[in-house]
């Protein structure tokens, strides 16, 4: 049988397109569903069958990528920010036995999914959007969520703003947003593709400003997933070229925050894929990595999108997440960390912290760690539900009293609440809750392990 043609896989087209040759001819069971399974996943996002659309050539030289060889695996380390039971303790003053005693306890970070400039979710189309599956409805008010920043009045650890689809520095009342947080008296967080930080500089002194407000705790996330410009775009599915743009804004925040003697905390994402995975994109980001003031550069592989049934997250798991991982784990050898002293600090999040096979218990303590409102304008149990797909997750519209809030945290921290209700609709617990809620079911008597 002669080979095929790569395939051209898109998140809206069907799969039975996505199976099917540039010669017409008709896909086979195993192949439909593999087609299936690769389409649902956002696990190969690029259009290789497509004449690629023009586009602005990139500063940045795009070689071919390599495989890299085989090295040992790389030290266990995780930054003190990742280490969630620790923090979940910490916000409990150490007494543990608070949980599921009535007591209302302010979560340890509120967070915004901002509605973006209320037209368009995102200027990226990411394959491995979590926010792809369902309706991106952008009701939310952003004078609202400044109304609630006022009125939780510090009363939360953090503030945090990125989405489930959405961009937050799309919204142009973010600055008044993050500012607002530091004058109540809470650390912000900001996740962000990256794209419009140079531009928001120019503007409106965004980067300045932050800087200049910024304390100890507070941070920004660049989600980039990719070392080179080409795999950018394919990784984001663009028509333009925002690599060098997004470094180029990095850049600028590290000048600025150099200059200013800013404590705010830097991180950048990187989420492998087909096009990012050679060794000329690793050794790339790296170097760029080391030449900014950052704290850490953290790899990791995509996993199933929310919204199906355990049993297609299984498939997947073995199908790519595990493969996908061990390849990464190799790749990555040469330049993980090997002290937690090294900055950047260079590590990798494997799939374990993913596993739905660890997801058997029925208690769920992420009510503890935070609390969602998202860009429907609704408050969600935590933030992996939070869009309309997972509307039965909705603990109310937005607040407008502390009365109102309270009642949601109230009901959010009920231990009569079994996650079993978000497992059955294909919902799973991010890395945070899945460990938090391992180590409670461990400690009570559940079956889980850590």
Not at 131 to 140: I, K, N, T, Y
Not at 322 to 334: C, F, G, H, K, V
Request: charged fraction near 25%; hydrophobic fraction near 35%; aromatic fraction near 10%.
């Amino acid at each position: 049988m002669a080979q095929r043609p790569p395939m051209h896989l898109d998140p809206h087209t069907s799969a039975a397109v996505l199976a099917q040759d540039l010669s017409g001819e008709e896909p086979s069971e195993s192949e439909l569903e593999l087609a299936r399974e690769r389409a649902w996943s956002g696990q190969i996002v690029a259009l290789p069958t497509r004449k690629p659309p023009t586009v602005d050539q990139p500063v940045t030289k795009q070689p071919d990528t390599t495989r890299a060889p085989a090295a040992k695996k790389e030290a266990d380390f995780r930054p003190a920010g990742y280490d969630y039971l620790g923090i979940l303790k910490t916000r409990m003053n150490g007494d543990m036995s608070r949980l599921f005693n009535g007591e209302t306890v302010y979560p340890r970070q509120l967070e915004f999914h901002l509605a973006s400039n209320g037209k368009e979710p995102c200027n990226f189309h990411c394959g491995h959007c979590q926010g792809s599956m369902g309706e991106q409805s952008l009701d939310l008010d952003t004078r609202a969520v400044l109304k609630l920043i006022e009125l939780v009045d510090g009363r939360t650890e953090y503030v945090i703003f990125g989405g489930q689809y959405t961009e937050p520095t799309m919204d142009p009342l973010l600055l008044d947003c993050l500012l607002l947080v530091k004058k109540v008296g809470s650390s912000f967080g900001l996740t962000t593709n990256g794209s419009l930080l140079r531009s928001l500089e120019q503007n409106s002194r965004f980067l300045t400003q932050l800087c200049e407000a910024a304390e100890e705790g507070d941070y920004i996330t660049i989600s980039l997933d990719a070392g080179l410009p080409e795999s950018h775009r394919r990784s984001k599915i663009t028509d333009k070229y925002w690599f060098d743009e997004i470094i180029a804004g990095l850049r600028l925040l590290g000048q600025i925050k150099e200059a200013t003697n800013s404590p705010l905390t830097l991180r950048i994402c990187y989420l492998f894929n087909r096009w990012n995975m050679g060794v000329d994109e690793i050794e790339n980001i790296v170097s760029i990595a080391k030449s900014l003031p950052l704290a850490s550069l953290r790899f990791s592989v995509p996993y199933a999108l929310y919204g199906h049934q355990f049993d297609r997250v299984r498939r997947y798991r073995e199908r790519w997440e595990l493969p996908m991982s061990d390849q990464a784990r190799e790749l990555l050898a040469p330049y993980v960390s090997k002290s937690s002293d090294e900055s950047p600090y260079i590590f990798y999040f494997g799939p374990e912290y993913q596993d739905v096979e660890r997801m058997d218990f029925t208690k769920c303590v992420h009510g503890y760690y935070q609390l969602t409102v998202a860009a429907d304008g609704y408050v969600y149990r935590c933030s992996s539900i939070a869009q309309p797909l997972f509307a039965w997750g909705r603990l109310g519209t937005i607040p407008d009293s502390l009365d109102e809030l309270e009642a949601m945290i109230l009901r959010n921290q009920d231990d009569a609440f079994d996650c079993t209700t978000c497992f059955e609709h294909g919902a799973r617990c991010n890395r945070v809750a899945l460990e938090t809620n391992t180590w409670y079911d461990r400690i009570h008597g559940g079956d889980a392990a850590p």
